[in-house]
């Protein structure tokens, strides 16, 4: 194999699994680093400069930095129940505990660039591009049907499990910067908005329309069958404040748990989940299962929707088919009927949440934005540009569902489209990210991050005693770490920025760091090919999505060969080396945010 | 010195002997020996051979004397039977151990100044009687805790840290351990442990006085240019003369050798050590012949390592002096304090 670059910003990077797994690539251990030495305040900024909302985000991240997390590969075979850092609910910390930072966040300047961008939808990527603009001078108008600013974060997420106060407050971080809100403005053409004198538009609508079920009685009973995120955003608004007792709601997904949790307060005594899937194939993050499940809710799995039942124009029940999972020729999983009878269950409302998509009746098909075959935008991945070069999209609005962490990455990314287009740049000349690589050495064993692994397993954030939480809709469930449990759970981070670096020339190969490592990542051999070298090391390096490390040839005729995999970041080879060779040394990685940065220096 | 503690988290693939132990069930302390200290290399290469022979830890006991290298228990088998004897007298504390209960494994961990010099008489006696027992000398050829002297293994015409000469001759131990009736005397280098630890394997499956000398670098005062036991000057003259795969009995033998190049050695409990021959004219079973070629490629100066010799059929101290073939532990009081008559009788044999 060849000696790794450890000068590509890729490699130290990917190492940084929660960081390298988040869309906006939030640097993770720096600011829970912070969250231990009680800087909440400082991990706060860490986070609002990378995501936007991190006291939202805190509450209902899908936290694609969790399964990635090293911690819950370390843990295998080690304690019995191997769980992550619980990254999410530290960044809560940072919000709940920040204190005023408002000092601390931009302004628009008085003097502006006299370019004008307008963002259709007030949810996360529109809000992001907001942020990211406005601060350099742009004019930027946001633009919603609903009267307040926050999209689906307002709208979608019930409030117990993210109070108002906290999408008012963040919400109005942004738009206190300088940026123009016409609440309660629903744009209908685009065509009017391009012949308006805007530099830029950006699409952030989201994916607003609910996917229906057209089943036999849907029609005579539905007055008692609701679309969910309809139903969801009504209750949001207070014009929903009640159900049935018998509630069932259809669906797998995040959207289905939300629903039947908030029937739960709405007055649902008997409030079921009813899946096509199986449980464990269900698109719901697993936390939010286990809290439905926490409040009672079953959730019966194999059941196809077969008819809406109803007595005298009104919903009195369902009835299902059940199947089973088989895996066709081709190995795709496909689902027979099992022939037992259909299973029939009593209600009193059905809510919907069997999906989202995309809707633009407002974006007319002769105004210069080409769309496809699905009805969706054609979007450029990278730049976010439509085939109208005015016009951006992001969010769900780009390339269908996802969540709020992956809007806030589009809108970065789209408002260094955005930024560059309006200074005449090519979009698709993207910036690099900063980086930087600095020694953590303090003493001959002592360095500036905690290197004491803690045998901690993961702490549970303590719940709201459940009478009380479902008797109303707002009050919050999550009550959040205190100080004490943050700091240890903090402490179960690997600080896996803090990087293993290896100067060859100083190594005298006394394998002092082999044999104090003690997840067995260092090996010196004889080079090989990558598969060869995989299973001779000290411990075989079995997961090929991590990398690597391996240095230009040692004296002996070896090399060193690094497992990056299930490293501790402990820091005993860099204690345990005489001459120096082993280093720790801080990576740390942030994404170059629009601004004069990415544009081309001339 | 390192502060923290080893984590206890190890590799989620890491695999388990038959006893069900991962080799870090063998570990011990973290070390608080110097960064680089070749010694903590020979405590992995002892942690790594008991892990691969499965050894009960509660049934080894490990001895030592003063110095660097007698630390070093600390750092391995924590759940073994320790003592920390006075400087060089080790060997005499094994004895004594061994006599009275010859059912565990006995590890003798000693340094150049522990065997070389102040226990020299030691070392040759309890060699001499033929104690069953592993005898390991980390030997870097200097007195490390007292910042940097020449030892009594430090080679005539090497200089210290400082640029001094040594003008004193060296002892080999190896030799000596030949010359003295040791019936499994091998050298190594903490530096190469795909030759140390089945020597080690071997050293504790030989029922008899086995001898290790291991060149062990100190890095902190004996690891420079001028130095004869650095890194860089074993790895120049390292001359191996075999390299020992050691097959426990009933183990299938699945290794492919070239005819002729291998000799198999059938131990006493059945387990075959199998030495790849590097220098072809070299003998394991000939004493004097194996003494002779080590003092010619000694003067040549090359450091000869590997198995240098094995008796297969060693005799030890109880076999000497026909002791009880139980342990004390296991005899009852009858058995310990026979009474006044039986001392009588046994007077009486002298009279």
């Known amino acids: 194999m060849k000696p790794t670059d450890i000068a590509a910003p890729d490699y130290f990077h990917k190492v940084v699994d929660c960081q390298w797994a988040c869309p906006a690539h939030t640097p993770v251990p720096e600011y829970i680093r912070m969250i231990a030495a009680g800087r909440y305040g400082d991990a706060y900024m860490v986070n609002w400069k990378s995501n936007v909302f991190p006291g939202i985000l805190g509450r209902t991240c899908d936290r694609p930095c969790e399964p990635a997390c090293r911690r819950g590969r370390v843990e295998e075979h080690n304690q019995t129940n191997p769980e992550p850092v619980a990254i999410c609910r530290l960044k809560r910390v940072a919000a709940d505990n920040k204190g005023d930072i408002r000092a601390q966040l931009p302004k628009a300047p008085p003097q502006k660039n006299g370019k004008r961008i307008a963002c259709i939808g007030a949810g996360p990527a529109s809000l992001t591009v907001a ?19 926050g999209g689906m974060i307002r709208t979608q997420i019930p409030r117990f499990r993210l109070p108002e106060e906290v999408i008012d407050e963040e919400v109005g971080y942004v738009l206190d910067i300088g940026v ?13 908005l391009l012949a308006q004198d805007f530099d830029a538009v950006f699409v952030g609508t989201g994916a607003p329309r609910g996917r229906d079920l057209d089943l036999p009685g849907r029609k005579e009973a539905g007055k008692n069958i609701h679309i969910g995120i309809d139903w969801l955003s009504s209750v949001s608004f207070g014009h929903v404040e009640k159900i049935g007792k018998r509630v069932i709601v259809l669906g797998g997904g995040n959207t289905a748990m939300d629903c039947c949790r908030t029937s739960r307060r709405l007055g649902g005594s008997d409030v079921k989940v009813i899946v096509r899937s199986g449980f464990d194939e269900m698109k719901a993050s697993p936390w939010e299962k286990e809290d439905a499940a926490h409040e009672g809710i079953p959730i019966l799995n194999y059941l196809v929707p077969k008819a809406f039942e109803h007595r005298n124009g009104k919903l009195s029940g369902m009835t299902f088919e059940k199947v089973r999972a088989v895996l066709d020729a081709k190995g795709r999983r496909q689902l027979v009927p099992t022939g037992e009878p259909d299973q029939h269950f009593e209600c009193d409302d059905v809510l919907v949440a069997v999906g989202q998509e995309n809707s633009f009746p407002w974006i007319e098909r002769d105004a210069g934005i080409e769309f496809d075959k699905s009805g969706m935008p054609v979007v450029d ?25 992956w809007a806030v990455a589009h809108g970065h990314d789209a408002a260094i489209s955005i930024d560059k287009f309006c200074n005449g740049e090519d979009v698709r000349v993207r910036p690099g990210p900063l980086v930087n690589l600095v020694s953590q050495k303090m003493g001959i064993h002592e360095w500036s991050y905690d290197n004491d692994v803690s045998g901690d397993l993961r702490h549970k954030v303590p719940l709201k005693d459940q009478i009380i939480a479902l008797k109303s809709i707002k009050v919050e469930v999550e009550l959040g770490f205190d100080a004490k449990m943050a700091f240890a759970e903090a402490q179960r981070c690997l600080n896996c920025d803090v990087q293993t670096v290896f100067s060859p020339p100083l190594c005298i190969e006394c394998d002092a760091c082999v044999d104090i490592c003690p997840m067995d990542c260092i090996t010196f051999t004889a080079n090989g090919e990558e598969e060869d070298l995989r299973g001779r090391l000290s411990a075989p390096a079995r997961e090929l999505s991590q990398d690597l490390y391996i240095s230009d040839l040692l004296k002996t005729g070896r090399i060193m060969a690094k497992d990056e995999d299930v490293c501790l970041h402990c820091g005993l080879c860099a204690e345990r080396c005489p001459t120096g060779a082993w280093d720790m040394r801080k990576f740390l990685l942030n994404v170059t945010h629009a601004g004069p940065a990415c544009r081309s220096q001339k | ?115 070389a010099s102040i226990g020299l008489g030691q070392f040759a006696h309890s060699l001499r009687r033929g104690v069953n027992m592993v005898y390991i000398v980390e030997n870097n050829g200097v007195y490390g805790l007292t910042k940097g002297q020449f030892s009594a293994t430090s080679d005539r015409g090497s200089k210290s840290k400082k640029g001094a000469v040594n003008t004193d001759t060296a002892i080999d131990m190896v030799l000596l351990a030949m010359e003295l009736g040791a019936t499994y005397v091998a050298r190594s280098f903490s530096g190469d442990k795909a030759q140390l630890v089945p020597l080690i ?27 004869t036991k650095s890194f860089d000057y074993v790895r120049e003259h390292n001359e191996a003369v075999n390299q020992l795969d050691v097959m426990m009995p009933r183990e299938t033998i699945t290794a ?21 021959k590097l220098a072809a004219e070299y003998d394991v079973h000939d004493r004097i012949a194996a003494m002779n070629y080590l003092q010619g490629r000694k003067a040549a100066g090359e450091i000869v390592t590997g198995v240098l010799h094995v008796d297969p059929e060693p005799e030890d101290l109880h076999a000497h002096l026909g002791t009880v073939a139980s342990p004390f532990n296991k005899l009852g009081e009858k058995d310990l304090c026979p009474g006044g008559g039986a001392l009588e009788k046994f007077n009486a044999a002298y009279r």
Not at chain 1, 131 to 147: C, H, I, K, N, T
Not at chain 2, 204 to 212: D, K, W
Not at chain 2, 256 to 275: F, M, N, R, W
């Open chain 1, 180 to 192: 123009e809100f016409r609440g309660g403005a629903r744009i209908d053409s685009m065509k009017k």
């Open chain 1, 131 to 149: 942020r990211d603009l406005a601060p350099l001078g742009y004019e930027v108008v946001v633009f919603d049907q609903d009267p307040r600013a």
């Open chain 2, 256 to 276: 492919d050798y070239a005819p002729g190049q291998v000799e198999e050695i059938t131990q006493h409990d059945g387990s075959v050590l199998k030495l790849r």
């Open chain 2, 201 to 227: 394997k071997g050293a504790i499956l030989h029922r008899g006085a086995a001898f290790i000398d291991c060149i062990s670098p100190c890095v902190a005062f004996n690891n420079h240019s001028g130095s």
């Open chain 2, 1 to 115: 010195m390192t502060y923290i503690s080893k984590p206890k988290l190890h590799h989620p693939q890491l695999p388990a002997n038959k006893l069900g132990f991962t080799r870090r069930d063998y570990e011990g302390a973290i070390s608080t020996l110097c960064a680089g200290c070749g010694h903590d290399s020979i405590s992995a290469a002892i942690i790594q051979a008991c892990f691969e022979l499965d050894l009960p830890p509660h049934r080894i006991a490990k001895l030592s004397g003063i110095g660097c290298s007698s630390k070093t228990p600390t750092y391995f088998l924590s759940s073994s039977h320790g003592f920390n004897s006075v400087h060089g007298r080790m060997p005499s504390v094994l004895t004594g151990a061994n006599l009275a209960n010859r059912e565990l494994i006995y590890l003798g961990v000693s340094g150049d100044g522990d065997s």
């Open chain 1, 381 to 405: 991945k990278v730049t976010f540009q439509a085939s109208q070069p005015r016009v951006f999209f992001g969010g769900d609005a780009a390339f269908g569902p996802k969540n709020i962490i």
